[in-house]
């Protein structure tokens, strides 16, 4: 017991550092901002009707969350942009509008419901909340939108094409991270179809030290760290970066290529899903809490208020 007193405090403690290294730390590119706080929210139903605004087609069999990045915060973009013949590029109204051709696309199939996490660019949502939500629906895929740019030096300011930030495999939820990672490449495979660069998966593990339930490393992105925690598929996909030429001339600046990219998203879900299935929702400490506590109250309730008394009241 004293042990256990000391033990919250120090945890607490690195939780909070956890936090503020994460808050605090400087960017090399736009994407670790996905970062968020070490730990998300429990479940609860009252987050759908809060969170998604996305409509709901009762003939289906397979739940996709789609997550378009970032949105307005203090009155600015969040997300990454680029100026290029005098015209600026914002993430967030991409990620809103690629989001939606997916979305379109899908609802095309009477078996698909798709909902998104949010419904305008002009607005954020916490990525902690983001994958509550797609945990509450039991999404079978959650998929965040995103488009990259890089701000470093090198080889980093000149990268280009498509990228997934997807949980690492060999720990935590092994074989969950497997189909993240598999749904992850089957996109890839459909956007570089299009002519993207396929850069492939991009797995980091948390530096600052967050773990996961049994102990083991966390990974460092937000979202696939918290579909790990969840107990659900999910992860990050970068459509190519705002500040190469080629990426933004030919993929990233008119309706119509938004489009293409939001279509070869949805086909990539379709081919994953038909192929692998539905998800099982996997126990999670979050739901394994739940489930603890539901053992406790049904032991409470099978037992008798008094072994030598008669029976007690409530039990007729
Ligand atoms: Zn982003």
Request: proline share 4%.
């Amino acid at each position: 017991m004293t042990q256990l007193k000391n033990l919250l405090p120090a945890a607490a403690k690195a939780l909070l550092l956890a936090v503020l290294i994460s808050t605090t730390s400087s960017s090399v590119s736009w994407a670790e901002e996905e970062i968020g706080p070490a730990f998300a929210p429990p479940v609860t139903k009252t987050m759908t009707p809060e969170i998604g605004p996305g409509m709901r087609n009762n003939n289906s069999n397979f739940i996709v969350v789609l997550d378009p990045g970032h949105g307005k915060t203090g009155g600015h973009y969040s997300g990454c942009n680029f100026v290029y013949n005098g015209v600026t590029y914002y993430e967030d109204e991409i990620t809103m509008k690629i989001a939606t051709y997916t979305k379109q696309y899908l609802e095309q199939f009477s078996n698909y419901t798709v909902y998104l996490t949010k419904d305008s660019a002009e607005v954020t949502i916490p990525l902690d909340q983001r994958a509550a939500f797609a945990a509450s629906v039991q999404a079978d895929l959650f998929v965040s939108q995103h488009v990259d740019s890089a701000l470093g030096n090198g080889t980093v300011k000149n990268a280009y094409g498509v990228s997934s930030m997807a949980p690492r495999t060999g720990r935590f939820n092994n074989d969950l991270a497997l189909q993240s990672q598999e749904a992850a490449n089957t996109i890839l495979k459909q956007l570089n179809g299009l002519g993207l660069n396929n850069r492939g998966l991009i797995l980091r593990d948390s530096e600052n030290g967050t773990l996961f339930p049994d102990g083991s490393q966390a990974d460092y992105y937000a979202i696939p760290r918290y579909s790990q925690m969840y107990g659900i598929r999910g992860f990050i996909i970068e459509h190519g970066f705002l500040n190469h030429t080629s990426d933004l001339t030919l993929f990233l600046s008119t309706e119509e290529q938004y489009k293409a990219l939001g279509e070869a998203d949805a086909k990539g879900i379709m081919e994953y899903l038909q192929k692998a299935g539905k998800s099982t929702f996997v126990q999670t400490a979050q739901n394994t809490q739940t489930a603890q506590n539901t053992n406790n109250q049904n032991e409470g309730a099978v037992t008798p208020p008094s072994v030598t008394g008669s029976n007690g009241p409530g039990v007729n």
